[in-house]
């Protein structure tokens, strides 16, 4: 099948994986992002997973190497500092920034409508509503919006993301900011502290342009904690004193929260401890899993984050959007009929999500001592 109308809700990287993906075979793909202007990073660093890099490559959209850092150690610190344990791997990282902007420099202008929310969906005929009231009538809709999509929610209403009981801390800090024995520390390395009740790591991820050469790059850490007795209420309201539901962004937090998480700093291991110390904007995540029984509805898909949120411990979330974009894109090419290309699709990737929602839990309950 060629020439396929397809109305695609979100224009994060769900959504530029898809359209891209469909456009390249033949279709034709129109996004819908609801934010008015380029999306904005909310943090920092992705692993760059190979079908990623291969869909880069494929699409001749970047040599991967020009956006993407390595380490070449996975290293595990003792509390005082001193390295437990290293293994030899080679690991590539980019950060949501750059990739995003080489997506969206990918993806047509005049297919991405920003400032255009939709509403609501009719899967039997693939129509969307969009928030000025007009609809439209397409071969397919993909619903890319993710964890909180609302095209999820009216198709699955029993459907609620279940919090893990952690959280993630996480900070960006430029590498010319640090101290050198910091920068030192970390370089070449993908690098973890486990404590009984935490989980810290970090990674150097390209600079705010991209810049993949050392002195330009930003390191970037994740840090898994517990509650620790602390109100789950109290860490997500933010400085605007408004109760966030999965996350407060950089420069949001409260002083007191921020204050608090910085003391409690002092249980890592000492260049950690400088690492979040150096580090002005710490933001929060909380931890969820999410499980759709189903991708698709009639001809409507639910793909990326909007179907299936793992843990991040898998490092997955971007590299399964780009995996769900490539095989809806294979599936429809490979098939007589739009639903027998859904269904195939959405019985594999519905499997797939399935099993590393799955695979998140017990790492993260394992390395959070949650059990
Ligand atoms: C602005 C932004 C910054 C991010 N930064 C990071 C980061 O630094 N590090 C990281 O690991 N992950 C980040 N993520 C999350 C990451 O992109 C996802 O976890 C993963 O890549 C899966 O992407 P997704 O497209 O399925 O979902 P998301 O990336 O969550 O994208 C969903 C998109 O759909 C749009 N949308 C939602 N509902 C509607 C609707 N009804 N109509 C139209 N549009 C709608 C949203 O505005 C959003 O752009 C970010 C996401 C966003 C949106």
Redesign the pocket.
Known sequence: MRGLDVLI???????LFTGIALERSGHQPTI????AGA????????VAQQNIRQFLSNHDIVDPGDITTRSHERRFLTESGGVERAVSETMVFT???AL?RQLRDAFPDEQYRTG????EVTPETATVTIDDGTERTADVVV?????????RAQLHPNVEPEFASYVAWRGVVDEAALPATCVEAFDGTFTFYQGADQLILAYFIPGPDGETESGSRRLNWVWYDTLDGRDRGAIFTDSSETERTFSVSPGRLREPIHHRQRERAATLPPVFETLVGETSDLFVQAIYDLTVPSMVTDRVCL????AF?AR?HTAA??S??AGDATALADAIVSHESVNEALTAWDQTRTEYGTTLVDRGKQMGDVRLNLN
């Open positions: 809700s979100g224009g994060s990287m769900g959504g819908y992002e609801r934010s999306l904005k990073s909310r943090g920092g660093g992705i950060s949501w920034d995003y255009t929310e939709v509403t619903a890319a919006e993710g964890g909180q999509s609302t095209t793909l990326g984050d909007g949120v991040p979330g971007t399964k959007a």
